[in-house]
């Protein structure tokens, strides 16, 4: 039941209207998404809506584009390299940071999510400048450490998040047995808050397969990740084509909403 038996009929229409009212809010805010699905299925080369026909041409054109397919090559490659690096540098940074003895935890927790807080702007223009002085701009490499550090919070807070239930006494009853620390992680502590660090890890290829700003300041033309060029093709001329993109691009982050929904639920259980 949404709601208890013994609730009072104005506790019941109250939270009818509030069940009603972020109903509404959520389809006025999703609505621009819905739109683009039926507009990447148009057969005319412009955009009509309500669609006349419809047809698949888009979709072909996009898979049939060597451009197209570089760039989502690129995301994907930097995104799993983002997600595997912030996995393994946040991970580490929140079981130091959940110590409760920890030196310095608030500072040092601000300063690791201040990505999270500082437009990406200013932090486009600082990657730009700092690679640049390094030889990394217009590199993979510079995009990776880039999503790296934007990527980092959201895998500390989650796993910091996960950490806060879970029973240290097991780590000190694996070690009083024998276990060296590496092996009280590996086999007792990592199993444990795997959901969480796996939510983590999801986030973090989330947040770099969606950004553009810092992409755009530090990729070249063979760097192009898939939101760069549909920025590009934006700017130069507006294709159906970049409907289509947008719509697996939906379709991709409403996958990864749902394996976050069930990583969540399998950490509860």
Do not use: C
Request: charged share 10%; aromatic share 12%.
């Amino acid at each position: 039941m949404w709601l208890p038996q013994y609730a009072t009929p104005g506790e019941r229409i109250g939270r009818t209207f509030v069940v009603l009212f972020a109903v509404l809010v959520a389809l006025f805010l999703v609505a621009p998404l819905l739109v683009v699905v039926p507009l990447s299925f148009a057969d005319q080369p412009f955009f009509t809506f309500p669609v006349p026909s419809y047809s698949v041409r888009w979709y072909a054109d996009f898979f049939s584009s060597e451009r197209w397919i570089v760039s989502v090559f690129n995301s994907l490659v930097v995104a799993v390299l983002t997600a595997v690096i912030a996995t393994v540098l946040g991970t580490l940074a929140a079981l130091g940071l959940s110590r409760p003895d920890f030196p310095g935890r608030g500072f040092v927790m601000a300063v690791l999510i201040s990505p999270m807080i500082v437009p990406i702007v200013i932090v486009a223009v600082g990657a730009y400048l700092f690679f640049g002085n390094l030889g990394l701009a217009n590199t993979r490499t510079g995009l990776v450490l880039s999503h790296t550090a934007l990527a980092l919070p959201f895998v500390i807070v989650t796993v910091t998040a996960t950490l806060s239930g879970y029973d240290r006494n097991l780590s000190r009853a694996a070690a009083s047995l024998g276990a060296p620390p590496l092996d009280v992680f590996r086999r007792v502590t990592l199993p444990l808050i795997a959901p969480g660090v796996a939510s983590g890890a999801v986030f973090a290829f989330a947040t770099s397969f969606d950004e553009v700003v810092v992409a755009l300041f530090l990729t070249g033309a063979e760097q192009r990740t898939l939101p760069v060029q549909m920025f590009s093709g934006i700017r130069d001329q507006i294709n159906p084509t970049i409907m289509a993109a947008a719509t697996m691009l939906i379709a991709l982050s409403v996958a990864l909403f749902v394996t976050v929904g069930w990583l969540a639920r399998r950490a509860k259980g």
